[in-house]
């Protein structure tokens, strides 16, 4: 069992600069592929970014790519996503998750491979 709970949402500016956290119970995170998505009203869950055990890999949607940055902590049980140049069609509720059975890249993509879900945090950018 893995309880994923998320913080740092808020309201920014455009251009501006959010990190989020997901802090992650039980002894066995470092077994766990993290990713990020996030959901606007309306529209279906969308992979945001991805890492790999040990940090060596990264995955980024193209949305997001050289704007956000993903990391994680296995020491203290914690992801990270680093998001900076903000834009107002960056505004959702952003999740963090945990799968321990991916096995390729493009599956990192599809929520209903992930086994743990956090709460949510939201993340609103004003134009």
Not at 80 to 97: F, G, H, I, R, W
């Amino acid at each position: 069992q893995v309880q994923l709970v998320e913080s740092g949402g808020g309201l920014v500016q455009a251009g501006g600069s959010l990190r989020l956290s997901c802090a992650a119970s039980g002894r066995t995170f470092s077994s766990y592929r993290m990713g990020w998505f996030r959901q606007a009203p309306g529209k279906e869950r969308e992979f945001v970014a991805a890492v790999s055990w040990s940090v060596s890999h990264t995955y980024y949607a193209d949305s997001v790519k050289e704007r956000f940055t993903i990391s994680r902590d296995n020491a203290k049980n914690t992801v990270y996503l680093q998001m900076n140049s903000l834009k107002p069609e960056d505004t959702s509720v952003y999740y963090c998750a945990a799968g321990s059975e991916i096995t390729t890249v493009q599956g990192l993509r599809i929520p209903t491979n992930y086994d743990y879900w956090g709460q949510g945090t939201q993340v609103t950018v004003s134009s």
